[in-house]
Structure formats: C-alpha cells, structure tokens
C-alpha cells in the first residue's frame, strides 16, 4: 500500500487523510473529527464547523508525516538517540491506535469474509514483546553501550537479536492477517486506515531492527573480539 509522500493539504477530505496518513486518525478522534461516516468533509470545512484552528491540525498530521533520517556515520551515542525517538517512541504511539481501530474493524465487519479476525489480539502480542524488548534496551543494554560498551554486553546483544527474530516472525503473521496490508475493496475509511496503519508499523520495525543489527550492534561485538 503506498503512502501519501506530499505534505497534507487543508482542502483534503478527512476520509483520504485518514487513509493515507498513519497516525491521523488518532488526531481526528480526540479532536471528535468524524473521519468515517462524515469522511467526505475537508479538513478545513470540519475544523470550521467544530470551531477548530485548521492551520494548527493540519501541522500535527503533516508532523505525522516526517520521517526522521539516521544521522550520518554517527556516534553510537547519537544513534542510540535516533532510535529511541525514531523507533521507540513511533511504536509506544502506534500499537495502541492500531488495536483500537482492529477491535472495531472485526466487531462491526465480523460477517464480512475478509475480516482480520484475530488481527486485534495478535497486535496486542506485538505491543507487549515489544514493550519488553524496548525497556530491555532502554534501561540495560543502551546506558551499557553509551558508556563505550563492556566485554560482557555480547550477551545481551545476542538476547535482542534473538527477540528481533521473534519479532521478524510477528511481522510475518501480521502481514497473513492484513492479506499484506490489502483492504478489501470497498472497505471502510477505518479499515483502510487501520491497513495503512500495520504497513507503517512493518516498515518501521523492520528498520528498527536492521538499524539495530546492522549498524549499532556489530560495532560493539567487534570491540569484543579484539
């Protein structure tokens, strides 16, 4: 599923921001902006009828649209960094949004034949590793590596690149669930949503993990060998 690339527009209707953009919905559910059944507004004409500064909530969904590159050959320090605010705080924002919407995407389309059944648990699997696996990093082996690392931190290294494999597996079964992030044709905003929403937690994980086992873990595993 292709995401949208060009910065969200005032003049887009909230049914196609929704759909385009992970993340938006949650903004559209606070604000009570009613991006399913009254999906065809635009974004301007909805803030103006719930009395809303527009230019303000189209700069959080454009927010929502900034990927945040790795820094350049950087220090493991400043990569650390990168990951927890790129990858860590991204996943702790996006799983729960996820499973609200796959709650209500099997509840009301329960008779439908595609229906992710299972899709809502399954993401709730995913939140609780991952949950788990982070807090590992954050309060164990990340203050150990930012300290230049220790001969012993091999260990560790190789208990979360055992979790990433876990986690590769998660990602498959995920993709089986969502038939590969593909609504079915005429589905819902929400349930559009929600597929947008599973093929950005995919890609965002999958990089994660190739950040973490390619660039971050071998520079101390190598310091190890010697």
Same mark, same amino acid.
């Given at each position: 599923? =292709?995401?949208?690339?060009?910065?969200?527009?005032?003049?887009? =209707?909230?049914? &196609?921001?929704?759909?385009?953009? +992970?993340?938006?919905?949650?903004?559209?559910?606070?604000?009570?902006?009613?991006?399913?059944?009254?999906?065809?507004? &635009? @974004?301007?004409?909805?803030?103006?009828?719930?009395?809303?500064?527009?230019?303000?909530?189209? &700069?959080?969904?454009?927010?929502?649209?900034?990927?945040?590159?790795? /820094? $350049?050959? /950087?220090? +493991?320090?400043?990569?650390?960094?990168?990951? @927890?605010?790129?990858?860590?705080?991204?996943?702790?924002?996006?799983?729960?949004?996820?499973?609200?919407?796959?709650?209500?995407?099997?509840?009301?389309?329960?008779?439908? +034949?595609?229906?992710?059944?299972?899709?809502?648990?399954?993401?709730? =699997?995913?939140?609780?590793?991952?949950?788990?696996?982070?807090?590992?990093?954050?309060?164990?082996?990340?203050?150990?590596?930012?300290? #230049?690392?220790? /001969?012993?931190?091999?260990? /560790?290294?190789?208990?979360?690149?055992?979790?990433?494999? &876990?986690?590769?597996?998660?990602?498959?079964?995920?993709? $089986?669930?969502?038939?590969?992030?593909?609504?079915?044709?005429?589905?819902?905003?929400?349930?559009?949503?929600?597929?947008? #929403?599973?093929?950005?937690?995919?890609?965002?994980?999958?990089?994660?993990?190739?950040? $973490?086992?390619?660039?971050?873990? +071998?520079?101390? $595993?190598?310091?190890?060998?010697?």
């Amino acid at each position: 599923m =292709s995401l949208q690339t060009t910065p969200a527009q005032a003049d887009q =209707s909230l049914g &196609s921001l929704a759909v385009q953009i +992970p993340g938006a919905t949650a903004v559209f559910r606070r604000l009570k902006l009613d991006f399913c059944c009254g999906g065809q507004q &635009s @974004l301007d004409a909805a803030c103006a009828h719930k009395g809303l500064d527009a230019a303000a909530v189209l &700069s959080e969904i454009r927010a929502l649209q900034e990927q945040k590159a790795a /820094p $350049e050959a /950087p220090a +493991p320090a400043e990569l650390i960094d990168h990951i @927890l605010q790129r990858y860590h705080e991204v996943h702790r924002q996006q799983l729960p949004e996820l499973i609200r919407m796959a709650r209500r995407v099997e509840a009301v389309h329960r008779d439908h +034949p595609q229906v992710p059944k299972g899709l809502a648990d399954h993401l709730e =699997s995913m939140e609780r590793e991952l949950l788990d696996h982070m807090a590992k990093e954050e309060q164990i082996l990340f203050p150990l590596l930012k300290q #230049g690392g220790h /001969p012993m931190v091999v260990h /560790p290294i190789g208990v979360m690149r055992h979790e990433h494999v &876990s986690h590769g597996a998660q990602l498959e079964r995920l993709a $089986e669930l969502t038939q590969h992030h593909q609504p079915p044709t005429g589905a819902c905003n929400t349930w559009q949503a929600l597929y947008a #929403g599973t093929a950005r937690l995919s890609d965002d994980l999958i990089e994660h993990i190739h950040t $973490e086992n390619n660039l971050l873990f +071998p520079v101390f $595993e190598g310091q190890a060998r010697h």
